[in-house]
């Protein structure tokens, strides 16, 4: 059965930083691209990054470009979001997913997902 675990989520104060985490099981990792996305309360969903199964093929929404860095080990069966500068704005659920057989763009912005995660909860306040 397919899973996809985050952690690292909490509480920071701007200008800080977090690393997420995404571990999965129960399917070949390294075919498919992995995304992290997220929503906050009374807003869409948000694709914020995603990685292709070799980590050569990145997407980032414009918000969050050159503050955050996705990457991957196959080895490990992870996904990692390093999340650097945060902002208040920042704060939402972040959630990763995947689909098979599908470009990082589609991914992320038509937001074409198969599995999800449970999310993981980053709040940036002072």
């Known amino acids: 059965q397919l899973q996809l675990v985050e952690s690292g989520g909490g509480l920071v104060q701007p200008g800080g930083s977090l690393r997420l985490s995404c571990a999965a099981s129960g399917f070949t990792f390294d075919t498919d691209p992995i995304g992290w996305f997220r929503q906050a309360p009374g807003k869409e969903r948000e694709g914020v990054a995603c990685?292709?199964?070799?980590?050569?093929?990145?997407y980032y929404a414009d918000s969050v470009k050159g503050r955050f860095t996705v990457s991957r080990d196959n080895a490990k069966n992870t996904v990692y979001l390093q999340m650097n500068s945060l902002k208040p704005e920042d704060t939402a659920v972040y959630y990763c997913?995947?689909?098979?057989?599908?470009?990082?763009?589609?991914?992320?912005?038509?937001?074409?997902?198969?599995?999800w995660g449970q999310g993981t909860q980053v709040t940036v306040s002072s």
């Open positions: 990685i292709s199964r070799t980590g050569i093929n990145i």
């Open positions: 997913a995947t689909r098979r057989m599908i470009t990082v763009h589609d991914m992320c912005v038509l937001q074409r997902i198969d599995y």
